[in-house]
């Protein structure tokens, strides 16, 4: 997916938030920003895809700022919320509350439908949006405007290889049901950031929370950047990539990075439409959850 007029003022945005949650010292926000500033007008093309300028706009305030996780604050708290959340949104859980006489509502099922939707609510977390937000986003049952996840699952089982690309740090706890679901059929391999980029999960994220093991197969992409950017990318992760019989892909920055490749049919997006450009992409309304086989 190539850059809007929209995503400019996005990217300017993301400038000034970036800078300023990685520096205090005001002069050296104000030169991040204005670096940042001369790569995204110099960048800036209806060509390239914002994934791209993203990445160098974060290197340069990275560098000038000598903050090399700008986000890590932003990441704790989205765990955190995310962490809290599980005990009331688990699988399992009804039975649970129910043994000791509590109700909880809008949990989900143990199957892969509950799974899916589950780890599809985690990608409301988001670094442009409110805590109180996020929370009541996520408790919210929701449903997806399209759908291809019966496709998906039939192939899910005849599959020997599945790459799962994860998306915000944040949804590491609720993305887990659905790895360890699907690796009941096939090999599964949890794929992270190599490094920090906004509030992408990392392998570091990942060991912190506790979950490596749970997991099980995991690898990162070899590059920090929003989405892929396979001209960046490891070796090894493109190896896995093209020998993979299916990739599921959260987030809209794995969207904006696989839609610029041909139609395969192995290619699941799982996301939360949360801007007009990729809405408007998908087809579908602003704020619309989707599973879209591609």
Same mark, same amino acid.
Request: charged share 30%.
């Given at each position: 997916?190539?850059?809007?007029?929209?995503?400019?003022?996005c %990217?300017?945005? %993301?400038?000034?938030?970036?800078?300023?949650?990685?520096?205090d =010292?005001?002069?050296?926000?104000?030169?991040a920003?204005?670096e $940042?500033?001369?790569?995204l007008?110099?960048?800036?093309?209806y060509?390239q895809?914002?994934?791209?300028?993203?990445t160098?706009?974060?290197k340069?305030?990275?560098?000038?700022?000598?903050?090399?996780?700008?986000?890590?604050?932003?990441?704790?708290?989205?765990?955190?919320?995310?962490?809290?959340?599980?005990?009331e949104?688990?699988?399992?859980?009804?039975?649970?509350?129910?043994?000791?006489?509590?109700?909880?509502?809008?949990?989900?099922? =143990?199957d892969f439908?509950g799974?899916?939707r589950?780890a599809?609510?985690?990608?409301?977390i988001?670094?442009?949006?409110?805590p109180?937000?996020?929370?009541e986003e996520v408790?919210?049952?929701? &449903?997806?405007?399209v &759908?291809?996840s019966?496709?998906?699952?039939?192939?899910l089982? =005849?599959?020997?290889?599945?790459?799962?690309?994860? =998306?915000?740090?944040?949804?590491i706890?609720?993305d887990?049901p659905?790895?360890?679901?699907?690796?009941?059929?096939?090999?599964?391999?949890?794929?992270?950031?190599p490094?920090?980029?906004?509030d992408d $999960?990392?392998?570091e994220?990942?060991r912190?929370?506790g979950?490596?093991?749970?997991f099980?197969?995991?690898?990162?992409?070899?590059?920090?950047?929003?989405?892929?950017?396979?001209?960046l990318?490891?070796?090894?992760?493109?190896?896995?990539?093209?020998?993979?019989?299916?990739?599921?892909?959260?987030?809209?920055?794995?969207?904006?990075? %696989?839609?610029?490749?041909?139609?395969?049919?192995?290619f699941?997006?799982?996301?939360?439409a949360?801007?007009?450009?990729?809405?408007r992409?998908?087809?579908v309304?602003?704020?619309s959850?989707?599973?879209?086989?591609?």
């Amino acid at each position: 997916m190539k850059l809007t007029r929209q995503c400019y003022d996005c %990217l300017r945005g %993301l400038i000034c938030q970036a800078a300023e949650l990685a520096t205090d =010292d005001a002069l050296t926000r104000g030169k991040a920003i204005e670096e $940042a500033v001369k790569v995204l007008d110099g960048e800036f093309s209806y060509e390239q895809m914002s994934i791209v300028v993203a990445t160098k706009i974060h290197k340069v305030i990275q560098e000038i700022t000598g903050n090399s996780d700008p986000y890590r604050a932003v990441k704790k708290r989205e765990m955190a919320i995310a962490r809290e959340l599980c005990p009331e949104l688990s699988l399992g859980a009804e039975a649970e509350s129910r043994k000791h006489g509590r109700k909880r509502g809008n949990l989900y099922r =143990d199957d892969f439908q509950g799974c899916l939707r589950l780890a599809a609510a985690a990608n409301t977390i988001d670094f442009f949006r409110e805590p109180d937000s996020i929370r009541e986003e996520v408790s919210k049952p929701i &449903d997806f405007v399209v &759908d291809d996840s019966q496709g998906f699952e039939l192939r899910l089982r =005849d599959a020997s290889k599945i790459l799962y690309l994860a =998306d915000n740090a944040g949804e590491i706890y609720l993305d887990l049901p659905l790895v360890k679901y699907m690796r009941r059929f096939t090999n599964v391999i949890y794929v992270v950031k190599p490094s920090p980029v906004q509030d992408d $999960a990392t392998l570091e994220d990942v060991r912190e929370a506790g979950l490596e093991s749970e997991f099980g197969a995991i690898m990162t992409t070899g590059v920090a950047s929003p989405g892929v950017i396979f001209a960046l990318a490891s070796d090894e992760f493109k190896r896995e990539f093209e020998s993979a019989d299916l990739i599921f892909a959260k987030g809209m920055g794995h969207y904006e990075s %696989l839609s610029e490749l041909p139609r395969q049919g192995r290619f699941l997006y799982c996301l939360m439409a949360k801007c007009e450009p990729v809405a408007r992409s998908l087809g579908v309304p602003l704020n619309s959850y989707v599973v879209m086989l591609q």
